[in-house]
């Protein structure tokens, strides 16, 4: 019995240091696995303003061809707007002279469109 009560209590030891070695081996893994997380956070970090910084510089680029897109709109609409105003000019030009040339055609003229226009819309009303 003595050998066997003995057997228990090395057993029973054994459990006690394997439990003690257990928790030591987890406190280690949990501190090795803390680090790990801590050096995978800064390389996701790094990785993070790595990307942000070529985002900001795509960005910037991107305003600067919008820009570029933007001044040459401009100036071309400008031209369209001058033509287009130098064209109206000429128009009212010609239409002017023509009316100075023959009065009296350019009046009968008129309230013959005034005539038809009058018509067109009354017939619209009724």
């Known amino acids: 019995m003595a050998t066997t009560k003995a057997a ?4 029973k030891n054994d459990l006690n240091t394997l439990k003690d070695d257990l ?6 893994e949990k501190a090795a696995l803390k680090e790990k997380a801590a050096v ?7 990785k993070a303003a790595e990307a942000e910084a070529k985002l900001r510089e795509q960005a910037g680029v991107l305003r600067e061809r919008a820009r570029g897109y933007y001044d040459e709109a401009r100036v071309k609409s400008q031209e369209y707007y001058d033509d287009a105003s ?5 128009a009212q030009r010609y239409l002017t002279e023509r009316v100075q040339e023959r ?7 008129a309230l013959g469109v005034g005539v038809v226009l ?4 009354a017939g619209r009303r009724r």
Do not use: N, W, Y
Not at 103 to 109: D, E, G, K, R, V
């Open 8 to 11: 228990r209590a090395a057993v």
């Open 23 to 28: 928790k030591v081996l987890g406190t280690e």
């Open 40 to 46: 995978a956070d800064a390389r996701v970090r790094a």
């Open 86 to 90: 130098e064209r109206f000019d000429e």
């Open 103 to 109: 009065p009296l055609q350019s009046t009968a003229i």
């Open 118 to 121: 009058g018509l067109l819309l």
